[in-house]
């Protein structure tokens, strides 16, 4: 079955850097998502993204994030100058259609450690 | 999305059926229900949806209530691989998925 790939699946960095998440997306699909979660926390939406550009986001996805679909594969989520709060497990998913009547395909996940 | 309501956690035993509920009262006509699963901090993985009709797929069953307020997803024959928190979801409008606390099922041995 077809999957939803994420690299890497740990990254370690220091408050105030940059990193990049990437995902790879399933190659039908036509919609991607990135989703948050804090450990022991609810999973939490950040942003959607169709016909590159940004369809919809959330509060938490404020000015320090970014997302990219740069070469048709890849797709990217960046968080310019990281803060402590942003240390959580980061799920991409994508999907044929709308997540309205579309089921939505989730990766294994980035676990985002900022010290 | 509306608002969905489950309970916190249930106990099934292993081999048995596993039913668990969720009320969505305010859902309007057009909504589909969708069912998610995670397993122990690994990506959400989709179970089955449904509009009006009970459904029936290899993972699951999903049946759904005349007025449409609330559903049950039904696990036939639970394993110890099912125990996962499950997900009861009704995204309305929205493209992003709204994820409550949703129902921890432990299969008991």
């Known amino acids: 079955e077809p999957e939803v790939t994420q690299t890497p699946s740990h990254q370690v960095t220091q408050m105030g850097q940059e990193v990049i998440l990437r995902c790879v997306p399933i190659?039908?699909?036509?919609?991607f998502y990135w989703y948050r979660q804090i450990l022991g926390q609810k999973v939490e939406f950040l942003v959607s993204f169709y016909n590159n550009e940004i369809s919809e986001k959330s509060e938490i996805f404020d000015d320090q994030f970014s997302v990219e679909r740069p070469d048709g594969s890849n797709f990217t989520l960046k968080i310019r100058s990281t803060k402590l709060e942003d240390s959580a497990m980061y799920f991409c998913?994508?999907?044929?259609?709308?997540?309205?009547?579309?089921?939505?395909?989730f990766g294994s996940g980035t676990q985002l450690s900022v010290l | 999305d509306a608002k969905t309501t489950q309970p916190t956690s249930m106990d099934c035993a292993e081999g048995r059926a596993a039913n668990l509920p969720c009320n969505h009262s305010?859902?309007?006509?057009?909504?589909?229900v969708y069912w998610y699963r995670q397993i122990h901090s690994q990506g959400p993985q989709y179970i089955i949806h449904g509009l009006k009709n009970n459904e029936t797929n290899e993972m699951a069953s999903l049946i759904i209530t005349e007025d449409r307020k609330s559903s049950t997803l039904i696990l036939p024959h639970a394993t110890l691989r099912d125990t996962a928190v499950y997900y009861c979801?009704?995204?309305?409008?929205?493209?992003?998925?709204?994820f409550g606390k949703g129902t921890h099922l432990i299969i008991q041995p």
């Open positions: 979801i009704a995204p309305g409008g929205a493209d992003g998925l709204t």
């Open positions: 305010t859902i309007s006509g057009n909504e589909y």
């Open positions: 998913a994508s999907s044929e259609g709308s997540a309205t009547n579309e089921k939505l395909f």
């Open positions: 190659s039908n699909h036509l919609y």
